[in-house]
């Protein structure tokens, strides 16, 4: 985790300061207030996903996953277990992040029943899908792969450091409005910093909700199947 947190800093180094000071204020906020929401669920969504995903496929690339498979568990508990042992892993990751942040920006949490929302609906959907892609991998590059080519550019085309208003080319604007993660940063930084949003974070809220019970109803079927689980 230690990575990933320093990572975080150099980003808030870079572009905050260095390249921050420049750049004129977003929905009255400095630059660095408006781009910590976006990298603070960039953190969650990725440590969500990777925890299960690699946990899973390790598990099947070295026959251990039969071990619970022969006992009375049910499908769901091994399913949930999975899940929530990505949610730890991205709300621990996502917490620190947070709090190191708004002790040296000065910035509090506009609501407090959001951010939390945000943070568990967001971490539980990425790790459902970590839980499908590493019953899905043929091997250990399949899920860096996902993280690299799809997760990556998805949030960097969701607006973690530019709203999605002030890009000038319309076809990538409407690239963004159809990636997901729009909706979920869009959300997550009215939560946490009460502006600088493009979209109504009660119908995001609803919509990481659907979200959720579609891939964790996907990822226990998935489980339920046997799918590269059983020979």
Same mark, same amino acid.
């Given at each position: 985790m230690l990575p990933s947190i320093i990572s &975080?800093?150099?980003y808030i180094f870079a572009f905050g300061?260095?390249?921050g000071s420049a750049i004129p204020t977003m929905g009255g906020f400095s630059y660095i207030q408006f781009m910590l929401p976006g990298l603070i669920m960039m953190q969650v969504i990725l440590h969500a996903y990777i925890n299960p995903a690699y946990s899973l496929f390790s598990s099947r690339n070295d026959? *251990?996953?039969e071990d619970p498979l022969t006992t009375p568990m049910r499908y769901s508990t =091994? +399913?949930?277990? *999975? +899940?929530l042992g990505g =949610? +730890?892993?991205g709300l621990f990751i996502g917490l620190i992040i947070a709090f190191a942040t708004m002790l040296l920006f000065h910035i509090w949490i506009y609501n407090i029943l959001l951010f939390v929302l945000f943070l568990a609906i967001t971490s539980a959907i990425f790790a459902s899908i970590g839980v499908m892609l590493g019953l899905w991998a043929k091997n250990i590059? %399949? +899920?860096g792969n996902i993280m690299s080519y799809m997760l990556s550019p998805l949030l960097f085309l969701g607006g973690v450091f530019f709203p999605i208003s002030i890009v000038p080319a319309e076809w990538i604007r409407w690239i963004s409005w159809l %990636?997901?993660? &729009?909706y979920i940063i869009n959300g997550f930084r009215y939560a946490m910093i009460g502006g600088a949003r493009t979209t109504d974070p009660n119908l995001c809220l609803l919509a990481i909700i659907v979200s959720l019970v579609i891939c964790f109803y996907a990822s226990l079927k998935m489980f339920e199947s046997g799918y590269n689980l059983k020979t």
């Open positions: &975080t800093f150099l300061y260095a390249l026959k *251990y996953i =091994m +399913v949930i277990s *999975y +899940v =949610m +730890v892993r590059e %399949d +899920v %990636d997901p993660l &729009t």
